[in-house]
């Protein structure tokens, strides 16, 4: 028996042989699977390519088990919708044949737009950098094309800051101004926008006035020099039509106040555009007893300057006069037949 068992395991031995040298030997690693280093086309592997075997057979390692699907997050259908930008009030055009005075909202800055009768306009300031768009916005609205002058009370960026944007987009016969320079950009950029305008500066003084048809228009100050006090060189008008006058002061103080008390000369007006916003600089008592106004404007905005200051309010109050505020009621016009003077505002009426 063991001599017929024998020569029949041989038998098959010889048979597997070939079977066994086309595999491709190796042994496994850890994982259970190794890299084919022989005959690997044969198994359909490439050389080298890490492969299991299952069951006898050749096959390459399993793809990892797929993550479960993760579902993606929908997109809303729509952006959120952005706050708007406040729109801005601008003020109406009122009917020719009054004298109409636009007080313009330009944050804390001066800004004002003065209409005569005869259709005429003389702009004083023209508030800080970022409000000259917003007035020639204004401008626009109330139909303004040609300035018959434009007065530039003194350097400061809050008065001054958007004239360049003006003589840029308007045309602007004769330009004022007192004979104070300063050295910042915003003071430059003035002075370039003129010159390419081809416009020079003619000198405020005392006694100096602006040709209206119809309406009185003269400077009261700068009486003198002031040095390096830039307010006190602000130049000061007083606009008179019939029976109603108006004054603006710019941002003079006391200091011009008291020249213009020792001077001698008429301060009455019933509208007062009250001297640097409201500051404690200036509207001295002995001014406001001069100038007597039923009418108080401050021109002003947020600020942390403490404007218009308390003390000031109270003496206006102590001296019957009604204050209007841009920061309450926006641009406020006051219109004049020479006789009555009527206010209306962006924000409300009076």
């Known amino acids: 028996m063991k001599r017929i068992i024998v020569p029949i395991i041989m038998s098959l031995v010889l048979l597997l042989m070939p079977v066994l040298a086309e595999a491709h ?7 259970g699977g190794h890299y084919c280093r022989t005959n690997c086309a044969k198994w359909g592997l490439e050389d080298g390519e890490y492969h299991y075997h299952n069951g006898g057979s050749s096959n390459s390692k399993p793809a990892a088990t797929a993550k479960p699907a993760v579902k993606p997050t929908a997109k809303p259908t729509a952006k959120p919708t952005a706050t708007p930008a406040p729109t801005l009030l601008l003020p109406k055009k009122q009917n020719v044949g009054t004298l109409q005075v636009y007080f313009f909202d330009v944050g804390q ?18 508030g800080n950098n970022d409000q000259g768009k917003k007035v020639v916005k204004y401008l626009n609205a109330l139909g303004v094309k040609t300035l018959d002058a434009l007065v530039a009370t003194h350097p400061d960026a809050d008065h001054i800051g ?5 003589l840029k987009a ?3 016969k004769s330009v004022y ?4 320079s300063h050295t910042t950009e915003t003071y430059k950029d003035f002075l370039t926008a003129v010159k390419n305008e081809g416009r020079s500066i003619k000198s ?17 100050a700068p009486i003198r020099t002031y040095g390096d006090n830039l307010n006190d060189w602000s130049a000061v008008l007083k606009v008179t039509y019939k029976n109603k006058s108006f004054l603006f002061t710019g941002d003079a103080e006391k200091a011009s106040e008291n020249d213009m008390l020792a001077d001698g000369m008429n301060l009455k007006a019933d509208v007062l555009k009250v001297g640097h916003h409201g500051s404690s600089s200036s509207t001295g008592k002995a001014f406001l007893d001069a100038v007597k106004p039923q009418y108080a404007v401050i021109s002003i905005g947020k600020n942390n300057y403490g404007h218009p200051d308390s003390g000031i309010l109270t ?11 841009t920061d309450q009621k926006g641009t406020i016009t006051a219109i004049s037949d020479g006789n009555k003077i009527t206010f209306t505002s962006t924000k409300g009426g009076k």
């Not at 958007?162 to 003006?166: F, I, R, Y």
């Open 315 to 325: 003496r206006l109050k102590n001296a019957n006069a009604s204050v209007l505020r």
């Open 25 to 31: 030997p190796g042994r496994t690693d850890a994982n």
């Open 162 to 166: 958007g004239l360049d944007d003006v």
């Open 204 to 220: 405020v003084t005392k006694g100096v006035t602006i040709p209206l048809t119809g309406v009185e228009a003269k400077f009261l």
């Open 177 to 180: 101004a007192p004979k104070v």
């Open 170 to 172: 308007l045309d602007v």
């Open 109 to 126: 800055g001066d800004s004002t737009l003065i209409r005569t009768p005869n259709n005429q306009y003389v702009l004083i300031d023209g």
